[in-house]
């Protein structure tokens, strides 16, 4: 259908506004960024009269916004880590027998898979207090664990077009169950990895439901927390939280700009969440 | 390990993460939810099922149920209907074709949580909000009360969520609009079909294992809504955007009503869980009459 098709001009004339009205918004506040108030009320659409930073380098003096990136990536590298780890392993365990042990455990884990976070919340709410968890990073890494059950089920899919004979040759050679593991499977099955990665990725660094709900002190604050948080602080500087919510949707799009590709053939991959 | 069990191993962690993290929780909040457990004290008494009696008549729970539903419906029903035929004219070649893509995708990548707050700013309902005093220039019009008032709260939410998830949709359909084969229209364009013809018997029949996966992703995640009506309206005016999640939170986590919120908690989870049975069954049978 695409391919032997002439560029369509009408579509063009159609598109190219409509996609302007689609990302009018983000113009809206990456230009207001650049302007003092009283020039954001005067003419909010207009481009800016000259290049004027103060409102970057007020949300930098106000808001500890490195501290909450850190925080960030520490909880985001530590989380897709564990569960890169945790469902790999379990994806290799279950190819390595088809018993019916393991055919009863796949049904049992589909259940983790259709379970809502939000109904485990309260529990898992007491476990974290009981445990010392609560309100820290760490709490926050073991909570994003359960994420590798979705994990585990795509590379399960992935695992299983690699041919089987590969395994059985390295066993024959005499390598260990987690020789095999670490150093043939793992390499082989790099791209799910990729994308799982980016996906998982996303949701993690994105989320606002499990910090809001499991940390309350300041300087623990992930990034999208920290923005929610200083809201109050800007209810009438619009273009000091302007600035705030590019500096904070920076990393994401940056992330965004490398991974597009993979984020595409993820969506191919069987369509991950939305 | 040639016959040995070693691969048991392998399964350890991840049945930690089962038990630790779903099985227990889910047992726990099964038991709260016919319990009168505040959370406070240890004291505990078994209700039956007057905590499921009570979220019948309480109207907040009421309210969060009733938006959650509306907005799962109508974000599923206008996000299918936008995103096909906007997958279908992205399919198509043109100047600027790749620019626009990403301008539609685009709105998905950021946190739906920034998301709502910027859309707070724009959409606040005095006379200075961006876009009053947008149409305030442009057609003297307004101001509209896009947050403060109940209807128009739900549908500025809805909106809003439009804006974030078609592109994303759009792009999935995409993905599979690619591979259908070109010599398809071909043939239908030499046998006489119309556009028309084309699109709604060659098009959309092969999109069916897309439109499935849109669906499950729109259902399941409709359901969940928490992030977006929350930073954008707070679940107001009143109860007006209230969600189930902000139900559970609010009456579990901040109000020490643990039975109340784990009731609740047990008919999301079987709604949740009923939606993804019927999902499958209806995905299996379609899947069965294209082969």
């Known amino acids: 259908m695409n391919t032997k098709e002439r560029t369509s001009p009408l579509t063009s004339v159609i598109m190219i506004p409509v996609a302007c009205l689609v990302g009018l918004p983000l113009y809206y506040i990456l230009v207001n960024t650049l302007k003092t108030q009283q020039e954001m009320t005067k003419s909010p659409f207009a481009l800016p009269g000259g290049l004027y930073l103060d409102n970057y380098r007020n949300v930098f003096e106000n808001i500890p916004l490195v501290q909450a990136f850190m925080n960030t990536l520490y909880v985001t590298v530590a989380s897709i880590l564990l569960m890169l780890f945790i469902g790999s392993t379990a994806a290799f365990g279950m190819i390595l027998r088809a018993s019916r042990f393991n055919r009863w455990f796949g049904a049992v884990l589909l259940v983790g898979f259709i379970i809502p976070g939000q109904s485990t919340l309260i529990p898992l709410y007491r476990l974290l207090v009981n445990v010392h968890l609560i309100d820290t990073l760490t709490g926050l890494v073991v909570l994003y664990s359960a994420g590798s059950i979705f994990v585990y089920f795509l590379i399960l899919g992935y695992m299983r077009t690699v041919p089987y004979e590969i395994i059985e040759a390295a066993r024959i050679d005499g390598a260990s169950a987690f020789q095999i593991y670490w150093r043939v499977v793992l390499p082989l099955i790099r791209p799910i990895l990729v994308t799982v990665a980016v996906f998982q990725t996303m949701w993690v660094w994105n989320d606002f439901i499990t910090p809001n709900v499991f940390l309350t002190s300041p300087e623990k604050s992930t990034l999208v927390l920290q923005v929610y948080k200083a809201v109050g602080e800007f209810t009438t500087d619009w273009p000091a939280f302007m600035t705030l919510s590019v500096l904070a949707l920076l990393p994401m799009v940056i992330f965004f700009i490398f991974t597009q590709r993979h984020i595409v053939s993820g969506l191919l991959a069987g369509g991950v969440k939305g | ?291």
Do not use: C
Request: without cysteine; charged residues 10%; glycine residues 8%.
């Open chain 2, 1 to 291: 390990m040639a016959g040995g069990e070693a691969y048991l191993l392998f399964l350890v962690p991840i049945a930690v993460v089962f038990v630790v993290l779903f099985l227990i929780p889910l047992v726990q909040t099964f038991y709260y939810s016919l319990t009168d457990f505040t959370g406070y004290s240890n004291e505990l008494n078994f209700v039956g099922l007057k905590n499921y009696q009570q979220i019948v008549t309480d109207p907040t729970m009421l309210s969060g149920l009733t938006f959650t539903l509306i907005f799962t419906v109508a974000t599923t029903i206008l996000i299918t209907v936008l995103a096909i035929p906007l997958a279908v004219v992205l399919n198509r070649r043109f100047f600027g074709r790749n620019v626009v893509r990403s301008v539609f995708f685009f709105p998905a990548i950021p946190s739906l949580a920034i998301i709502g707050l910027v859309w707070a700013y724009i959409l606040s309902p005095l006379g200075s909000g961006a876009l009053n005093s947008l149409l305030h220039t442009l057609f003297s019009a307004g101001p509209f009360p896009w947050l403060s008032d109940a209807t128009l709260a739900k549908v500025s939410v809805i909106a809003v969520g439009l804006w974030h998830s078609t592109g994303w949709h759009a792009v999935l359909y995409l993905a599979y609009l690619q591979a259908i084969p070109a010599d398809y229209y071909e043939a239908a364009t030499i046998d006489g079909a119309s556009p028309r013809q084309q699109f709604f018997h060659i098009t959309v029949p092969l999109l069916t294992p897309a439109i499935i996966v849109s669906q499950f992703l729109l259902l399941t995640g409709g359901l969940r809504v928490y992030d977006l009506p929350f930073t954008l309206t707070k679940g107001g005016p009143g109860y007006a955007t209230y969600t189930i999640t902000q139900s559970i939170i609010t009456s579990g986590v901040a109000q020490g009503r643990y039975g109340l919120a784990s009731a609740l908690s047990v008919l999301f989870t079987l709604a949740v869980a009923l939606l993804v049975v019927l999902q499958l069954a209806v995905s299996r049978r379609l899947e069965r009459r294209m082969a």
